[in-house]
């Protein structure tokens, strides 16, 4: 079993920083996909940040030059170094991992139950 758990959320003021980290544990051979989704009230779940299964980094274009996403393969942990945050970054954050559990097997989707941040104006 695998499991993917979120720390680090809050409430925070607009222009405040945030770190977000999500540690994958259980039975995990390799993952080759990890990184944050995010929903806002009303809103559909959005990639937040990634690092692909080429080990480049995507962003969505709104966290651009703020965000900042790192991990410790190691330990399975991926970070989201959160700064200049803003109102409108409130959220459910969702740490979101593309995970094989034994050498031949195919990887499966596997994700954190969430971590609220809230940006207040």
């Known amino acids: 079993q695998v499991q993917l758990v979120e720390s680090g959320g809050g409430l925070v003021q607009a222009g405040g920083s945030l770190r977000l980290s999500c540690a994958a544990s259980g039975s995990i051979f390799s993952i080759n996909v990890m990184g944050w989704y995010r929903q806002a009230p009303g809103k559909q779940r959005e990639l937040v940040a990634v690092f692909t299964s080429g080990g480049s980094t995507n962003y969505t274009e709104s966290v651009k030059d703020r965000f900042t996403i790192s991990r410790d393969n190691a330990k399975n942990t991926v970070y989201l170094q959160m700064n200049s945050l803003k109102p409108e970054d409130t959220g459910v954050y969702y740490c979101?991992?593309?995970?094989?559990?034994?050498?031949?097997?195919?990887?499966?989707?596997?994700w954190g139950q969430g971590t609220q941040v809230t940006v207040s104006s």
């Open positions: 979101y991992g593309h995970i094989r559990v034994r050498a031949g097997l195919s990887y499966f989707a596997s």
